[in-house]
């Protein structure tokens, strides 16, 4: 049974942090691109960071660069968001999902075959 856990959310002062972690079980994670995405209230769910299953090639967003950081742990089975600088607008419940072995960072929600049930992120002015 494919299990994707995230944590780390919470309610946070605007230029706070937060770190998001989620555990994979179930899956050879590292034959496994990582995205974290994030759909806020009455949008659509957007990706804000991939990191490619072999660890060289990251995505972000134009709206986190530079202040979102994606990284992995094979040997945890575990990827993070390093979320710094945070503003009103990152509030979201954000999911993470597996995408297996693409050749290059997917951006639609439709490739990644396993989804985690999301963490609020909530970020006040």
């Known amino acids: 049974q494919v299990q994707l856990v995230e944590s780390g959310g919470g309610s946070v002062q605007a230029g706070g942090s937060l770190r998001l972690s989620c555990a994979a079980s179930?899956?050879?994670?590292?034959?496994?691109?990582m995205g974290w995405f994030r759909q806020a209230p009455g949008k659509e769910r957007e990706l804000v960071a991939a990191?490619?299953?072999?660890?060289?090639?990251?995505y972000y967003a134009d709206s986190v660069k530079g202040r979102f950081s994606i990284s992995r742990d094979n040997a945890k089975n575990t990827v993070y968001l390093q979320m710094n600088s945070l503003k009103p607008e990152d509030t979201a419940v954000y999911y993470c999902?597996?995408?297996?072995?693409?050749?290059?960072?997917?951006?639609?929600?439709?490739?990644?075959?396993?989804w985690g049930q999301g963490t609020q992120v909530t970020v006040s002015s």
């Open positions: 999902a597996a995408d297996y072995r693409g050749s290059q960072i997917a951006t639609d929600t439709w490739r990644y075959e396993y």
């Open positions: 179930g899956i050879v994670f590292s034959y496994y691109s």
């Open positions: 990191i490619i299953w072999s660890g060289g090639t990251t």
